[in-house]
């Protein structure tokens, strides 16, 4: 189970075996921790000591999120005891043709799955104007398998994202002032959510890594950076539009979220550098259920699979300063809720040839990782889109 904390001025305390989420004197939760597997906290919520040493001693994973979704680090439990494992991680790092190799195969999926989201969205919405997207990846797909090192992989990927997401607006029945992904900071409604959601996907990815015993920080194509957790973000990729976009798709769509949802606040300079419970939430059955919003003729089973995106920063000059839109309170567990359903939802898996729900599709795709690592799989099969 992962629980969520949003309520701002909370405090979690240790009372015997669970703990309790409190505030002004009541108590707003209790938490079993049998059942719980991460912990995600939102801004101003104070753990005691007590409940930080019970935390780290069940190996629970306690993840610290600014209140607007931006990651702050968290607490986890000890590194995986196959340290041979680990060694044969950190010694594929500098085997060139390996992370080429999975890089390739995760990014080709990825492109795939951009193709297949545009396609869908062209043909139910009767609109030719995804063709020329459609056909800017597929020509960077193409010029894949000529690629010789991860830069110009990852060249070919931020092409293809800008195409996609060029497409992606036109899936929206409305206009909610989304013309191009933009991180830092989110400039419109359509961003904000991308930009939550990317980090709540980000942070089960992880999640499944430490289950599946792997070291998150040895990537293929998010190379080694002080720091940096490369794996993470190597194996959310076929994810993020599974996951992420099709969702955002739909909870505007079906009006789940919409423009008073949101907040607008005036964000510092930018530099160069750049509860699972629906309390109240209309269509939220819809929203899980239909990836896309109002695709029409898509069976949602066969939208379990599509590809994730390059993030860029748009920073409009140095030193501007920007407008941040930021959800409400309400529309923020509207979000979150919506993800957790999102990840309960079944769907047929056809590598592993069984009905699984998204999370443990995750699991099951970093187990798969593991085996290429392993050596006993030579190609790694991303999640795809059928």
Do not use: W
């Not at 101003?44 to 000591?49: F, G, I, S, W």
């Not at 907040?263 to 259920?289: C, F, K, T, W, Y």
């Not at 999102?342 to 990782?369: C, G, I, S, W």
């Amino acid at each position: 189970m992962v629980v969520y904390v949003t309520t701002q001025g909370t405090k979690i305390i240790k009372e015997g075996r669970h703990l309790l989420v409190k505030k002004d004197g009541a108590t707003y939760r209790t938490l079993f921790t049998y059942k719980l597997q991460q912990l995600i906290l939102y801004g101003r919520v104070e753990l005691t000591a007590s409940a930080r040493s019970f935390l780290l001693n069940e190996q629970i994973d306690t993840v610290f999120l600014r209140l607007d979704g931006r990651y702050l680090g968290r607490f986890a439990g000890g590194e995986s005891r196959n340290v041979f494992l680990r060694k044969k991680q950190f010694d594929l790092i500098d085997d060139d043709t390996f992370n080429l190799r999975v890089s390739r195969q995760i990014l080709s999926g990825k492109l795939l799955n951009m193709i297949t989201v545009l396609q869908r969205i062209g043909r139910t919405r009767k609109n030719r104007q995804v063709d020329p997207c459609i056909r800017q990846i597929r020509s960077c797909l193409h010029k894949m398998p000529a690629a010789k090192n991860i830069n110009s992989l990852m060249g070919y990927e931020g092409a293809a994202s800008a195409a996609y997401f060029s497409g992606f607006k036109l899936g929206l029945d409305h206009d909610f002032g989304f013309n191009r992904r933009i991180r830092r900071p989110p400039t419109d409604p359509v961003n904000s959510v991308l930009s939550l959601l990317y980090t709540m996907l980000i942070n089960r990815v992880y999640a499944a890594i430490r289950i599946v015993g792997l070291d998150p920080y040895p990537g293929v194509l998010h190379r080694m950076d002080y720091g940096r957790q490369g794996l993470p973000l190597d194996l959310v990729e076929e994810f993020r539009t599974v996951l992420a976009d099709t969702l955002t798709l739909s909870l505007f769509n079906l009006r789940s979220l919409q423009k008073d949802d949101f907040q607008r606040e005036e964000s510092e300079p930018v530099s160069d550098e750049s509860n699972s419970e629906a309390n109240g939430i209309d269509h939220l059955e819809q929203v899980v259920n239909d990836p896309l919003g109002r695709m029409n003729n898509c069976d949602a089973e066969d939208l379990f699979d599509i590809p994730s995106q390059q993030i860029i920063d748009d920073n409009g000059g140095n030193g501007v300063a920007k407008i941040r839109i930021r959800l409400t309170p309400e529309a923020f567990r509207t979000v979150l809720n919506a993800f957790e359903k999102k990840l309960a939802t079944e769907f047929f898996h056809p590598l592993a040839e069984k009905r699984m729900n998204y999370a443990d599709a995750l699991v099951y795709q970093v187990r798969q990782y593991r085996r290429v690592i392993e050596g006993e799989l030579n190609d790694y099969q991303p999640f795809l889109l059928k």
